[in-house]
């Protein structure tokens, strides 16, 4: 008996030991691996720039429009240098984002507001259910002239059309997220005692954020086109953002400093897709919608 109980302590300590070795394939944190997963989710990025890049500049060379017209990325990227290093660029980013966060915020609010509101009531489902659709299919700018007859050139005709055009998809994706909460997982928290307030903040709601964070991600799409246009026909005061920059380099005739901001709106939308793409995947990977 002793010798036994002596053998298993030894086999036991053995696979401590090779738990505790780096490297192993248990170790799915290790640096290598972390640095695995980073360039796999890096490289198709990189790649699809360096080709879009190429592109645009043979296009360029090509001859297809004059270079005053449409210059390559060997002139755009210089001036976009040029802009970011300047404290005005800064001011106008500064500028648009808050916009936009502000404008998201509000929508934000009302969208969770509306979705409750339909998924708790058939009659009001019934109601007003084609009408949320329905302003989702709109375009936002068929709402600017209304927005600057109720408020004038001011900033709250932005934060109007934005709240418009990105409240819908958002009670949308909540609504869509509640109708797919397992029925056996409603009967769980039934059983649980959940009732009232506590059914939605415990149970339904965390169910449903997978499909709700889909629905943020669109209406954060619909928020930032609404304010590319509400800056560029909405003028405030001369007041410098990023859609103001875009419209004194339309009328300068610049078109580097023009395709500069594009490329700077274009870098803002990636940044915030990756991160709605990284909530995306966090929560599916705690609910248990993946195997990564």
Same mark, same amino acid.
Request: proline fraction near 5%; charge should be positive; aromatic fraction near 8%.
């Given at each position: ?15 401590? /030991?090779?738990?505790?070795? &780096? ?8 640096? @290598?691996?972390? /640095? ?10 990189? /790649? ?17 429009? $004059? ?16 802009? +970011?290093?300047? &404290? ?11 916009? @936009? ?40 700018? +068929? ?13 709250? @005709?932005?934060?109007? +059309? ?13 609504? $869509? ?43 954060? /799409?619909?928020?930032?086109? $609404? ?13 410098? $953002? ?29 940044? +915030? ?20």
């Amino acid at each position: 008996m002793p010798e036994t109980t002596e053998r298993t302590g030894r086999h036991v300590r053995g696979l401590d /030991a090779l738990e505790l070795q &780096p490297g192993r394939a248990g170790d799915e944190n290790g640096p @290598a691996r972390v /640095a695995a997963r980073v360039w796999s989710a890096t490289w198709p990025k990189l /790649a699809a720039i360096t080709l879009l890049l190429v592109a645009w500049q043979a296009l360029a060379w090509s001859g297809w429009r $004059s270079e005053y017209v449409f210059p390559g990325p060997d002139r755009v990227l210089p001036t976009l240098l040029a802009e +970011v290093t300047g &404290p005005e660029f800064w001011t106008a980013v500064q500028v648009t984002v808050r916009r @936009a966060l502000t404008g998201f915020a509000l929508a934000l609010a009302v969208g969770v507001l509306i979705g409750l509101a339909v998924t708790r009531s058939r009659a009001l489902r019934s109601a007003i259910g084609s009408l949320v659709t329905g302003l989702q299919t709109m375009p936002s700018i +068929v709402w600017f002239p209304f927005a600057m007859l109720l408020y004038g050139i001011t900033e709250s @005709a932005i934060m109007f +059309v934005i709240v418009l055009g990105a409240a819908p998809s958002i009670a949308t994706g909540l609504t $869509s997220g509640i109708d797919h909460v397992s029925p056996s997982l409603l009967r769980a928290g039934r059983t649980m005692g959940l009732r009232g307030l506590q059914h939605y903040t415990l149970l339904i709601v965390p169910a449903a954020l997978p499909m709700f964070v889909s629905g943020l991600k669109q209406g954060w /799409a619909f928020a930032w086109r $609404s304010l590319m246009a509400g800056e560029l026909l909405v003028i405030i005061n001369q007041q410098n $953002s990023i859609g103001w920059a875009l419209s004194q380099a339309r009328q300068l005739n610049d078109a580097e400093r023009l395709l500069s901001y594009v490329i700077v709106v274009l870098l803002i939308g990636v940044l +915030v897709d990756v991160f709605f793409n990284w909530a995306d995947r966090a929560l599916r990977r705690r609910w248990g919608l993946t195997q990564d």
